[in-house]
Every structure is written in structure tokens, then in C-alpha cells.
């Protein structure tokens, strides 16, 4: 049952992904992504982290893909010409492709699996939230803090690079 | 043999459930109909069946009659999912909704976090279905809308870790649990408040229904649907309300704790009180300004909403009293 699940969700990721590269259209492209969220969702959830894969949910299907959304719409890109990109009939787009795919079927061919099978042997259940967030507050603590460091800069960043020149509000 | 016995009764008692929700939904919208009428000294609907008991059914029945127009400009794939969306993110929410410690579809661990994941996808249904119209009436309703549901989902989301650093669980059950004696909204009137505000909000009605504000937007992204489409999103806002009542019911008012009653008719009766509670606030209150609107959440309500976790936590590790 899991390892039918597992191809099912798998196929559709793979397809989504395909779906976000090679779609002409700008909203058909972020609504593939979206698709794409949710389904490695269902995967986490396979593999016994609800907590990542709500997160997911939460963080980038409700938050970070809605503004992607919000800007394709403001723009409406779709007037604008098609995007003169890779699309696999360039015969240098073609043979890099080529390539990556025999790369891919040869890790798949020749690395060892991963504990046996399709979904690397028995899962472990995903440890209580709690234990998370002692281990995300004791040890990881540096770390942690670090990042959020890292994401005000970035935010501010955002700031000041929207800003018109001259304007000082 | 037995287990294919109790799997069907589960699947009959999921399907139980939500008949009951779709049923309250339907009646949901009868209820704010007759209390709005009496609110302004009118009768509300009174004419189909007894005290208009049959209005809903026949309003359902007359959307499915309809005839179902689709804008010839409208991307037809995006036209039909948005209302899709809208439904089914708020019904999935419902899922970790107990109606009582015994009746419900999952008692999940991590059930708040779930409700948040379902609900804020609901975003997708207003932004596609204005995007989608092609109508620019439609694109300013679901661009509100957007920026409207996910600025309030911060101030939201801190109130409810105020809950949930107090009772220190993300089950619905659990929660509940911790109120015994004592109602959350004793212990957090601010975050009930923060809630209340920032709830309404994302369910998109007066105050702050931006999203569909008739004299500026005809009705918003809801503008060229029709038919049973257009019904599938008035049913994802009733039910969304509903979803909110049951939150707050569930989050601060003891869910289905209560002396004598069976704990059932405590969750109704206190859920029922909360949603009564949204139409009068539909009937007082005139519409804000979308500036207002903005800077509420972000000026008022996120330094209010920061300002409560911090004070219940240092309460929660330093308790006063003990």
C-alpha cells in the first residue's frame, strides 16, 4: 500500500516539476509548483513527519507561493511573447538533459538502495514535537538564531531595495 | 472480516459528519438571514415552510437549476478549480474538528498546525477565481483578498500559540482537556479578542469584507460566477465561519466542557453563541477602509498579538501564584 503511494506521489511530483520548467505560461508554471508543494507534503507524510510536511504547507503552499501567485497576476505575464527557454528541441538543451538523465539512471542503477526498496526500509516514527523543539532550543540553539539573523537581513534587504530613490519614509 | 466491518462504520461516520456540517452550513445561512432581519426591524426570510425553515432547500435547489454562465474570457481550468479550492481547504479543516470527545473524524497530535496548513490554502480559491474571471473588478477582489487573509493569518497564528503554550499540546482533544475548570478565554482575553478580529478577517465578512465590498467591486472575485459554482463558494464562506465558531469554542470557551448537558449540546449551544456573535458584529459594524484594514493587522494587532505570547509565556514559566 505505502510503496503504491509512494509511485503514485513520486510520478506526480516528477511530473509537476516538468510541469514548472516547460509550461509556457507563467500562472500554469507557479500553479504546477503548487502542486508540486503539495505533493512533497503527501511524501513527508509518508515518510512520518507530519510536522514537516504541515509546515510545508503552511510556510510555502500558504505563504511563499501566494506571493508568487499575487506578482504573476499583478504582471500578467501571459501578454507578454512565450519565454524563448529551454525546451528540449535545442540541440544543446537536448543533449544536457540527456545527460543529466543518463547521470540519474546510472545513480539509480549502481548506488547501493538506501536500506532496500523504494522507501529505505522501515520508517522511523518521527520523534514528538516537544523533543523538536528541546533539540531546537538547547543544541541547535546558535544555529537557529543564526538563521533568523540571516532572514531579518534579508527582509531588510527586500526593504530597501523596493524603496523608490529619494524616498526616505 | 471484522476489521472490513469497522472500516465501513469509520467511513459511515466520516460521511455522518459531514452531512451534519453541510446541513449547518445550509441552515447557517437562514440563521444570519432572519437574525439580520431582526437586527433591522424586519421580518428576513419568513415564506418558504414554517418560520422559513425550507428557504435554504430551496435555495439550494435553485442553484443547481441555474444556468451555469461561463465568461468567454475567463481561463475555463482555473474558473472551475477556484471555487474547488475554496470548499475543500475549508472542509479538510474540519477533519480535526471534534464535535465532542467521542465524535470526530481524527483526533490528530498535531491538529492545529493541520486547521492552519488547510485553511490558509484557502487564499488559492478567492486569487484564482478573481484572477481567472478576467474581469478587473474580479482581480481587485482577489488581489484584496490575498493580501487581506494572509496578513491576518500572523496575528492569528501568534494568538493561537498563546493557547497552545498554555495548554503545551496541538490536539484539539487535549486542549479542551486543559480547560477543565477554567476557559482559556479567562486566562487569554487579549489573544480572544486578537482571535476574534483576525478570524473575522479571514473569513472576509463586514468589517472587513474588502474582498466582495458591493459599492466598490460589485461583488468581488465572486463577480462572474454563477450557478452551483458561485454556491460552492457562499458554502466555503458559511463554512469557514463555521470552522471559525468551532475554533473558538474549542480554543477558548472550554469546547464541551459544561455542567448537566451531554458534552454535544454544550459544543452547540457555545459554538451557536459564537456565531451569533459574528452576525451582530455584521450588523453593527460599517465597513473599514482598506488602508485601515492594513494597518490594523500590522500596527494593532501583530505588536498586540507579540506583546500577549511574550506575557503568557513569562506567566507559563514564572507562574505568580506558585
Not at chain 1, 536500506?115 to 526500509?121: A, Q, R, S, V
Not at chain 2, 486566562?187 to 483576525?198: D, H, N, S
Not at chain 2, 463554512?239 to 469546547?255: D, E, K, N, Q, R
Not at chain 2, 490594523?296 to 507559563?316: D, E, F, G, Q, R
Request: some cysteine.
Amino acid at each position: 500500500m505505502e510503496t503504491a503511494i509512494f509511485w503514485g506521489l513520486s510520478f506526480c511530483a516528477v511530473a509537476a516539476a516538468l510541469a514548472v520548467v516547460f509550461l509556457r505560461q507563467a500562472v500554469n508554471g507557479v500553479m504546477s509548483l503548487l502542486a508540486l508543494m503539495l505533493v512533497m507534503a503527501g511524501l513527508y507524510l509518508l515518510l512520518g513527519a507530519q510536522l514537516v510536511a504541515l509546515f510545508q504547507l503552511i510556510v510555502y503552499a500558504g505563504a511563499v507561493l501566494v506571493l508568487f501567485v499575487l506578482v504573476v497576476m499583478l504582471l500578467n505575464l501571459e501578454r507578454k511573447p512565450a519565454r524563448p527557454l529551454l525546451y528540449p528541441g535545442k540541440p544543446a538543451v537536448a543533449s544536457l538533459l540527456a545527460l543529466c538523465g543518463a547521470g540519474f539512471a546510472a545513480i539509480l542503477r549502481w548506488a547501493p538502495p538506501p536500506g532496500g526498496g523504494p522507501m529505505g526500509g522501515a520508517v522511523k516514527p518521527a520523534p514528538p514535537i516537544e523533543q523538536l523543539a528541546i533539540d531546537l532550543f538547547t543544541e541547535r540553539l546558535l544555529i537557529f538564531e543564526l538563521t533568523s539573523v540571516l532572514l531579518l537581513a534579508a527582509a531588510v534587504g527586500a526593504i530597501v531595495m523596493s524603496r523608490k530613490a529619494g524616498d526616505l519614509s | 472480516m471484522k476489521a472490513e466491518i469497522g472500516l465501513v462504520w469509520r467511513l459511515l461516520e466520516v460521511i455522518l459528519f459531514f452531512a451534519v456540517i453541510m446541513g449547518l452550513v445550509a441552515y447557517m445561512t437562514l440563521m444570519e438571514r432572519r437574525f439580520l432581519g431582526f437586527f433591522q426591524v424586519r421580518m428576513g426570510p419568513n415564506r418558504v415552510g414554517p418560520q422559513g425553515l425550507l428557504q435554504p432547500i430551496a435555495d439550494g435547489i435553485k442553484l443547481l437549476f441555474k444556468e451555469d454562465l461561463t465568461v468567454s474570457h475567463a481561463r475555463r481550468f482555473y474558473f472551475t478549480l477556484a471555487p474547488i479550492i475554496s470548499l475543500v481547504a475549508i472542509l479538510a479543516c474540519f477533519a480535526a474538528i471534534p464535535m465532542s470527545g467521542r465524535f470526530h473524524v481524527a483526533d490528530l497530535s498535531l491538529a492545529l498546525l493541520y486547521i492552519m496548513a488547510f485553511s490558509s490554502l484557502g487564499v488559492y480559491g478567492v486569487l484564482l477565481g478573481g484572477w481567472s474571471s478576467g474581469n478587473k473588478y474580479s482581480l481587485l477582489g482577489g488581489l484584496r483578498g490575498a493580501a487581506q487573509m494572509v496578513s491576518y493569518e500572523i496575528p492569528l497564528a501568534l494568538a493561537l500559540v498563546g493557547v497552545v503554550v498554555l495548554s503545551g499540546s496541538l490536539s484539539m482533544t487535549e486542549i479542551v482537556q486543559a480547560q477543565e475548570g477554567r476557559w482559556f478565554i479567562l486566562r487569554q482575553p487579549l489573544g480572544f479578542l486578537i482571535f476574534l478580529t483576525a478570524v473575522s478577517a479571514e473569513t472576509g465578512r463586514t468589517p472587513f469584507d474588502l474582498v466582495e465590498c458591493e459599492n466598490e467591486l460589485v461583488a468581488g472575485y465572486q463577480t462572474e460566477y454563477s450557478s452551483m459554482k458561485f454556491g460552492l463558494f457562499y458554502m466555503a464562506e458559511y463554512a469557514h465561519v463555521l470552522l471559525a465558531s468551532c475554533l473558538a469554542t474549542h480554543l477558548y470557551l472550554g469546547g464541551w466542557n459544561g455542567p448537566l448537558l451531554p458534552p454535544l449540546a454544550w459544543f452547540g449551544i457555545k459554538s451557536f453563541l459564537v456565531f451569533f456573535f459574528f452576525i451582530w458584529v455584521r450588523a453593527t459594524f460599517p465597513r473599514l477602509r482598506y488602508d485601515q484594514l492594513m494597518s490594523l493587522s500590522w500596527k494593532a494587532l501583530m505588536p498586540l498579538a507579540l506583546a500577549n505570547l511574550l506575557i503568557t509565556a513569562a506567566l507559563v514559566v514564572y507562574p505568580p501564584f506558585g
